[in-house]
């Protein structure tokens, strides 16, 4: 018998609701000291972002995916968290002229990838702030970058050991990966805001 069952799904919708709901208000409150100092462009852009991960965090409330897996709601969750981090940091790089590499060229932000958005992000920190930044969620970006090509190119799906579904990720995966991301995303907007009391942008 599979080792999948209502209860250990229910656990894990219930760790990603605690921390989202422990954690909106202080995205809430870096969001709008960010806002004072962005184009409304921009302060566009940051509200997508939110609304990504908002929009996420609605759709693992189904109570059919708390009985069972569905291929789709991971699907969707894999080919949409990268957004959130890619609106965030666009608005990064528009607001403070940054323009991410690839191949040792510069490229517009709005072609950049998730991968190179995050490594130009850091790349700037540290040269505004004249130190090595402590990173501690920065491999966030990288693994889903690599969850959303699979997902969106993968044709070998394997045997997921607890759902019996061939799939790149299932409720347990797609849980942990949310609650990761969430964090990734403030320790993103806590560096930019120390980037604004230091450098102040002009909208």
Same mark, same amino acid.
């Given at each position: ?82 957004? /959130? %981090?890619?609106?965030? *940091? !666009? ?8 323009? #991410? ?82 964090? /990734? %995303?403030?320790?993103? *907007? !806590? ?8 450098? #102040?942008?002009?909208?």
């Amino acid at each position: 018998m599979l080792p999948d069952n209502g209860l250990a799904r229910e656990g894990v919708l219930r760790v990603v609701d605690h921390v989202w709901t422990s954690s909106v208000h202080v995205i809430r409150e870096l969001i709008d000291d960010l806002n004072g100092n962005l184009t409304q462009e921009n302060r566009d852009r940051l509200e997508d972002s939110f609304n990504v991960l908002r929009r996420i965090r609605e759709s693992l409330s189904d109570e059919d995916y708390q009985r069972s897996e569905d291929h789709l709601v991971f699907h969707d969750f894999a080919l949409a968290i990268p957004d /959130a %981090y890619k609106h965030a *940091l !666009r608005a990064y790089m528009y607001t403070y002229s940054i323009h #991410p590499f690839r191949d040792t060229h510069p490229i517009d932000a709005s072609s950049a990838n998730i991968r190179e958005l995050s490594d130009a992000f850091y790349n700037d920190l540290e040269n505004r702030l004249q130190r090595n930044i402590r990173l501690v969620y920065s491999f966030a970006t990288k693994m889903i970058k690599y969850l959303r090509d699979n997902e969106e190119h993968g044709d070998r799906r394997p045997l997921d050991h607890i759902t019996g579904e061939n799939s790149f990720g299932s409720i347990y995966t797609l849980g942990s990966i949310f609650v990761i991301a969430t964090y /990734a %995303y403030i320790e993103i *907007l !806590r560096h930019w805001k120390e980037v604004t009391e230091l450098i #102040p942008a002009t909208p």
